[in-house]
């Protein structure tokens, strides 16, 4: 489990932004489950997704998601994984292959998404 709780140049979670959210979402919990669920609310609902929002940035770094609050789907499971990595919850990333074929025929892309 070392290998998901590790720190890396795009979950940057020694970040000192990163660490006062840290601690800030942590506060009074009780489980890892509180700090999970805290750490996911928190992302989804204050970070924008950049495609949606129409954000003229594309962040990756976990820290720049934080720092400019967008993030496409791969960026903002960057920023959860920092936030719960700091935690000590083992997180990793899936992808899934999404049809985008309301824009044209036959085409795909992917999601990133954590697994916890």
Request: glycine share 4%; net charge neutral.
């Amino acid at each position: 489990m070392k290998k998901f709780l590790e720190e890396t140049d795009i979950i940057d979670y020694s970040n000192q932004e990163i660490q006062k959210l840290v601690m800030s979402l942590s506060t009074g919990c009780k489980t890892d489950i509180e700090i999970a669920k805290n750490c996911f609310e928190y992302v989804r609902d204050s970070i924008n997704h950049t495609g949606d929002y129409k954000d003229n940035i594309t962040t990756c770094k976990a820290s720049d998601v934080l720092k400019y609050k967008t993030g496409w789907c791969y960026a903002k499971s960057h920023l959860l994984a920092s936030l719960l990595r700091a935690n000590n919850i083992p997180t990793g990333f899936c992808y899934q292959r999404l049809s985008c074929s309301e824009y044209k025929k036959d085409v795909y892309c992917l999601h990133g998404l954590n697994a916890i």
